[in-house]
């Protein structure tokens, strides 16, 4: 590293660390989740997934086959953590041998199902003060700016990582994506035609995340292999058109 990237280093991470006081992320250390992918995890403070945050992700303009890819993509988070892992629901309808293909076993998981969303939004942020589990994940139509400040104060008090999946009972609902909320980040994640084989069969399944914001750093989109059984992702290999190569841009919308 150069003189003159060192001392630019230096300057990024001390204006993080003054965005991150004025957001009221408070001083004090907090660990973080790596990717274990280089590319993605230059692009997020710390150097991975923040614990003691909250995180938003959604699945892309695809209905359905979207909303699992972002299922998936949180299940992957999830199973590299360590400990019980709770998930609130209002819909009952996850296929619990896809999360155990991306390596979060249902035994590891405590399933909260709610009959309304503020419901779940109570348990939600119940679980995240209640700290020592691996994470907290729930599915939301909705994420309003004053609850997704509770939540956010949950998770940096107990440390507990805190996980959105957006779900949409109809595309209207999906708008609301875009409207700010307390989360640290935001994703949104679509499937792609899988990765090619040299002989005749299916490869493994492709996804653009796009991570649409994220707090005191640069929003950024990637050409990913889906979670493998650990949970883990990676860059696609399939890169000959440049379709995976990462592309950065310093809005945070």
């Known amino acids: 590293m150069t003189?003159?990237?060192a001392i630019s280093s230096t300057v990024i991470n001390e204006l993080r660390e003054k965005i991150a006081s004025l957001e009221g992320v408070g001083s004090r250390h907090r660990s973080v989740l790596p990717?274990?992918?280089?590319?993605?995890?230059?692009?997020?403070?710390?150097?991975?997934?923040?614990?003691g945050a909250l995180h938003e992700v959604a699945g892309g303009g695809n209905g359905a086959i979207d909303g699992a890819a972002a299922a998936l993509f949180v299940g992957g988070i999830a199973a590299r953590t360590t400990g019980k892992v709770v998930w609130c629901l209002t819909r009952f309808d996850l296929f619990f041998p896809a999360l155990a293909q991306v390596g979060l076993h249902p035994d590891r998981v405590i399933f909260v199902e709610c009959d309304k969303e503020e419901t779940m939004l109570a348990s939600f942020e119940e679980a995240l003060r209640y700290g020592g589990l691996g994470a907290v994940v729930a599915e939301l139509?909705?994420?309003?700016?004053?609850?997704?400040?509770?939540?956010?104060l949950a998770a940096e008090k107990s440390g507990s990582l805190g996980l959105v999946i957006r779900r949409w009972r109809r595309q209207t609902e999906a708008?609301?994506?875009?409207?700010?909320?307390?989360?640290?980040?935001?994703w949104r994640i679509s499937t792609l035609p899988s990765?090619?084989?040299?002989?005749p069969g299916v490869g493994r399944a492709r996804w653009l995340a796009e991570l649409v914001r994220v707090r005191a750093g640069e929003s950024a989109e990637?050409?990913?292999?889906?979670?493998?059984g650990q949970g883990r992702?990676?860059?696609s290999s399939d890169a000959g058109d440049g379709s995976g190569e990462t592309r950065r841009s310093f809005a945070t919308r």
């Open 3 to 5: 003189a003159a990237a």
């Open 222 to 228: 990637f050409v990913i292999g889906a979670c493998d």
């Open 233 to 235: 992702i990676c860059l």
């Open 195 to 199: 990765e090619p084989l040299p002989v």
């Open 141 to 152: 139509v909705r994420l309003p700016m004053t609850a997704s400040r509770r939540l956010q």
């Open 35 to 51: 990717f274990g992918v280089p590319e993605i995890d230059a692009c997020l403070p710390g150097g991975g997934i923040a614990c």
């Open 175 to 186: 708008s609301d994506f875009g409207s700010p909320t307390a989360a640290a980040t935001r």
